[in-house]
């Protein structure tokens, strides 16, 4: 085959979705830092949410499968510590996907904006931790359902 | 300005057998906490610092330069090589003293990660500002639990007071310093653990007070753990348990 562009590679991870919160992207996340031609290698810098978050080397298989699906032979897979990664660098799209799904965006405040059941705003905090590294756990006092709340780091 | 391969490399075993050792020592809670939200916070705090681990040792094992990966370094030493600070293998006693462990460390790491973003080595500096993220919320879950318990019943007082006593003599070895920690000031990569005292004793002060428990007056040291001179007896029961799998099959991968 004949070497895709870098634009193309982009869009086809795009496609790509995270395995723990499959409404959201690799790219929308924004762990995918860069990608590059290194001759015929295609060279993939990814940056983990959080240092132990056991999903990472699952995102390194799903971005190598899907690249491997579309073709290219050379893969690389860079891991890039430097700069660490912030929930600032998480799309609009994404923040919109994961309230519909029932995750609270990260809002710089350090706490949820509001409910993502009732759009409620008396909300409590349960716990610092949840189901995935990347999440707290809130319960919203006006329909008493709790919540996950993606947190801001 | 160049640094000594060996000095660099006992640093970064003390960073990464700190997490590591106290990283195991928060999973064994998995399954067995108070409440769920406390096991899942628990695990999570586990698995960051393995995380935290796999970065320093991985580092280390490059420095090292003998080809070998952060889990031959984790799962194959046994226990004179470790460089990790006694507190940390202490045992977890109750839900308290294993939470009240975690503040003495978290507040430690809280002020030195702060120092070692601004480290002369890249790579340090890309550690700990990945670390430090995790740390603020580790420490600010730790100190809310500090104080809920110490300023909480008559009981959870009690406990949180005797486990601070028994803690206590393990807190200076944190703030001890040798030809390494010098090695590392002088080329810029860490600063002198010492230098930190002041900033941590500020910290802890503030959140023990609120926690209405009395910090021990004494300043004997328990030591022998950040220089490998002579680990507890805890180590190695640790270890057996960590490393049975390596150990009973080496090389052995799922």
Not at chain 1, 44 to 53: A, Q, R
Not at chain 2, 52 to 57: C, F, I, S, Y
Not at chain 2, 71 to 94: K, Q, S, T
Request: charged residues 25%; negative net charge.
């Amino acid at each position: 085959m004949t070497q895709p562009s870098v634009k193309q590679v982009w869009e086809w991870l795009e496609t790509i979705p995270d395995p723990e919160i499959p409404v959201i992207t690799l790219v929308d996340l924004g762990i995918i830092r860069d990608v590059a031609f290194d001759g015929e290698t295609c060279v993939v810098s990814v940056t983990p949410t959080y240092s132990g978050c056991p999903a990472t080397s699952m995102i390194n298989m799903d971005i190598e499968t899907k690249l491997r699906d579309m073709g290219l032979k050379q893969i690389e897979l860079k891991q890039q510590l430097a700069p660490a990664w912030t929930t600032d660098w998480m799309s609009d799209k994404a923040r919109d996907a994961l309230e519909k799904y029932g995750i609270a965006p990260p809002q710089p405040s350090g706490g949820p904006k509001r409910c993502p059941h009732c759009g409620g705003n008396h909300l409590e905090k349960l716990s610092q931790f949840g189901s995935t590294p990347c999440k707290a756990q809130w319960r919203c006092q006006d329909c008493l359902e709790p919540f996950e709340f993606f947190k801001c780091i | 300005m160049s640094v000594d391969k060996q000095q660099l490399l006992q640093f970064l075993l003390r960073q990464g057998d700190n997490t590591l050792v106290l990283g195991h020592r928060v999973s064994e809670w998995c399954g067995h906490s108070p409440i769920l939200e406390e096991d899942i916070a628990l695990a999570n705090t586990a698995l960051d610092l393995i995380g935290q681990t796999q970065m320093w040792l991985g580092y280390a094992a490059e420095v090292q330069g003998e080809g070998k990966s952060a889990d031959d370094l984790a799962f194959l030493r046994d226990a004179w090589d470790f460089r990790n600070v006694l507190l940390v293998e202490m045992p977890n006693g109750d839900f308290g003293q294993t939470l009240l462990r975690q503040f003495l460390f978290d507040a430690f790491q809280s002020v030195l990660m702060g120092r070692l973003m601004k480290s002369s080595d890249e790579q340090v500096a890309a550690i700990a500002a990945k670390a430090s993220k995790e740390i603020t919320y580790h420490v600010e879950r730790s100190a809310d639990t500090v104080v809920g318990l110490g300023d909480g019943t008559e009981e959870s007082h009690n406990r949180m007071q005797a486990a601070l006593e028994y803690l206590w003599p393990y807190v200076g070895e944190m703030f001890e310093s040798d030809e390494t920690d010098a090695a590392m000031a002088a080329a810029g990569i860490a600063p002198d653990p010492a230098s930190l005292r002041e900033e941590y004793e500020a910290l802890i002060g503030k959140v023990f007070a609120e926690a209405t428990l009395s910090v021990p007056e004494s300043r004997y040291n328990h030591k022998g753990g950040r220089t490998g001179y002579m680990h507890t007896e805890h180590l190695g029961h640790l270890l057996t348990s960590m490393q049975w799998l390596q150990r009973a099959y080496p090389g052995c991968e799922w």
